[in-house]
């Protein structure tokens, strides 16, 4: 009959706990509902018509970039630049880069969060098992029991099942979750930015390898040929044709020229420190592999996505996008805070004298309670932290709208660079070319004997530095084009990451 009974209890206390759960779950959510806000209605960048082409010259990376509007990018945008040594560094960055690792870490920490989380709509139970030793007073008016005078001694064991449960009536829980599980999605962007982040600088900095080899090549040969003027120019001095001022002025153009090698060879060693460290590796663990401007493909064919798509795709403007909905959740978990609290608890168990009787007709025990909670006075402390939490909204939303005009800012910055890389290259590579032609003529009219030795070294120094000139033109070009697919996303969208989706 007693544990017909207890069978009974149990019973009603599950249907009680399922239905305040269900209750709970069907209750309206207080505090606003999260909508995303509307794409920005701009038609382009401000930048001319965004479909078009840039300028064409001659020579290695002259050629017309064409500009697509709504063209998608490939997951591995850096294969366009057709170098399999750049594709391999690539991939290798994105496996040993510490960065990337520390926010895929993150990004796990997060889920696991949000699983933290969403056990709060359960009931908690906890059971628990005590063991006591006493003894009962003997020398009193009234004994415990009659059988203490012989053995004041005895034992208590108790075995325990509590359960607590806190209904989410005003959905103070269910806020809380939602913003958490934005705070997951906002740190799978922080992931997702750090991956395009670091494919384009691994891109970029190759690019500065390049152009740094190919302007100290130039300018180790310009300095050659300013030591030949020098000796000729001497030569001179002493034959008297030449002047004292002469050979001052072209010791001097010599000194001026060795003075810019060394911060180029500083700026290269830099740059493969960097390309070590984007690599995930120390300096002295720099990457076999080097690079020439020669190496690389200038991509043709460059995707510009509308302003209403580069907010899916940037992201930046994503991980934006879910801070202020975790605000916005936020501000209903304040308003919860506010309204009253309800909680359930209940416990059973059994106690004995003896461990072997637990659990045996007449040693059970239990009850239920329901209570209310509501504060009353708290020195305003809950209506601060709405109103903080307010504030904390208007800042998350001023920030998604900086977030939105800083990356149109970038692809627009970016499509005016490309424009005016293509116009540079093309009148630096028509320097250059003027300057190779002069050079020619001057060696032709040298050998003739028209010209004097001074005459050719000065053409052919003109041609150098025009060269150092048209490899920083084509480099420009080279980088602004990796840029440009960062500032569109990266095409993060097209990965085969199941981290990214």
């Known amino acids: ?279 995930g590796g120390l300096p002295s663990q720099e990457p076999p592999e080097t690079f020439q401007l020669e190496d690389l493909t200038l991509p043709t064919e460059l995707p510009v996505s509308l302003p209403s798509k580069l907010i899916e795709q940037r992201p930046d403007v994503r991980q934006a996008e879910e801070n202020l909905h975790a605000a916005s959740a936020q501000v209903g978990v304040t308003l919860a805070d506010m309204l009253p609290q309800f909680t359930i608890s209940a416990d059973t168990g059994s106690a004995s004298l003896e461990i072997n009787k637990l659990f045996t007709p007449y040693t059970g025990f239990w009850s239920i309670g329901a209570s209310l909670t509501q504060t009353l006075f708290d020195a305003g402390a809950l209506i601060y932290r709405h109103r903080a939490a307010d504030a904390a909204l208007d800042q998350a939303a001023a920030e998604y709208r900086a977030a939105v005009i800083l990356a149109c800012q970038n692809v627009a910055d970016t499509l005016r660079a490309l424009q005016a890389d293509a116009d540079a290259l093309k009148a630096t590579a028509g320097a250059d070319a003027a300057a190779q032609a002069a050079f020619e003529l001057a060696r032709q009219q040298q050998q003739l004997g028209t010209i004097s030795q001074v005459a050719l070294l000065n053409a052919e120094q003109t041609y150098r530095q025009a060269e150092i000139a048209l490899v920083q033109a084509r480099a420009n070009r080279y980088a602004d084009t990796a840029g440009l697919f960062q500032a569109l996303g990266g095409g993060w969208w097209n990965s085969s990451e199941a981290s990214f989706r």
Not at 35 to 43: L, N, Q, T
Not at 86 to 115: C, D, F, I, M, T
Not at 117 to 145: E, H, K, Y
Request: with cysteine; glycine share 6%; charged share 20%.
């Open 1 to 279: 009959m007693v544990v017909t009974r207890a069978k009974r209890c149990l019973v009603s206390r599950r249907r009680l706990a399922a239905a305040a759960l269900s209750a709970s779950l069907a209750a309206c959510a207080v505090g606003p509902n999260f909508h995303r806000p509307a794409a920005p209605r701009a038609a382009d960048y401000g930048t001319g018509p965004s479909q078009g082409s840039t300028a064409a010259s001659a020579g290695p990376g002259g050629e017309a970039q064409v500009f697509t509007t709504g063209g998608d990018i490939p997951a591995e945008w850096w294969t366009l630049f057709q170098s399999e040594k750049l594709s391999a560094l690539v991939r290798q960055a994105l496996k040993g880069n510490p960065n990337l690792e520390a926010a895929q870490a993150a990004l796990r920490q997060a889920h696991e969060l949000y699983k933290a989380r969403r056990t709060s709509f359960l009931p908690l139970v906890q059971g628990s098992f005590d063991a006591q030793r006493a003894r009962n007073p003997v020398d009193t008016l009234a004994n415990p029991t009659t059988s203490a005078q012989i053995n004041p001694y005895y034992n208590l064991f108790t075995a325990q099942l509590d359960l607590t449960y806190m209904p989410d009536v005003f959905g103070g829980m269910r806020r809380s979750l939602e913003a958490t599980r934005a705070g997951v999605q906002a740190t799978r962007f922080q992931l997702i930015a750090t991956y395009v982040t670091l494919s384009s600088n691994v891109v970029v900095t190759a690019v500065a390898e390049g152009s740094l080899r190919g302007q100290i090549s130039a300018t180790e040969r310009l300095l050659e040929m300013q030591r030949q003027l020098t000796e000729t120019v001497r030569r001179q001095r002493a034959l008297g044709t030449a002047s004292e001022l002469d050979l001052l002025a072209q010791q001097a153009a010599e000194a001026q020229t060795a003075a810019t090698l060394p911060p180029l060879q500083k700026q290269l060693g830099q740059t493969r420190d960097a390309l070590s460290a984007l690599l």
